[in-house]
Nanobody, 116 residues
Framework: QVQLVESGGGLVQAGGSLRLSCVVS????????MGWYRQASGDQRELVAT???????NYADSVKGRFTISRDNAKNAVYLQMNSLKPEDTAVYYC??????????WGQGTLVTVSS
């Protein structure tokens, strides 16, 4: 059974930094897309950043210039470096991976709280 194990969330003051990690546990054939999404209380889940196996990245406008997504294909891992955090970044952050067959797996989420 494939699982995504996330870590790195927590409480940080505005202007601070956090680094989220997500590692795929189990076997999933040929991962293509890995990414991070977030869901604030009362809001819909939204895209934060994605990364393809070919190295292309995509960011939500709200995090461009502050967040950086990276991945280690050998480890089936994806990371999200978050700098200059703002209170509006407070949310549960979810990792997602999709393979070339379209199979998608979500992580359980990790809470990021940014205090003002």
């Amino acid at each position: 059974q494939v699982q995504l194990v996330e870590s790195g969330g927590g409480l940080v003051q505005a202007g601070g930094s956090l680094r989220l990690s997500c590692v795929v546990s189990g076997s999933i054939f040929s991962i293509n897309l890995m990414g991070w999404y977030r869901q604030a209380s009362g809001d819909q889940r939204e895209l934060v950043a994605t990364s393809t196996s070919g190295g292309s990245t995509n960011y939500a406008d709200s995090v461009k210039g502050r967040f950086t997504i990276s991945r280690d294909n050998a480890k089936n891992a994806v990371y999200l470096q978050m700098n200059s955090l703002k209170p509006e970044d407070t949310a549960v952050y979810y990792c997602k991976c999709t393979n070339v067959k379209g199979t998608t797996v979500w992580g359980q989420g990790t809470l990021v709280t940014v205090s003002s």
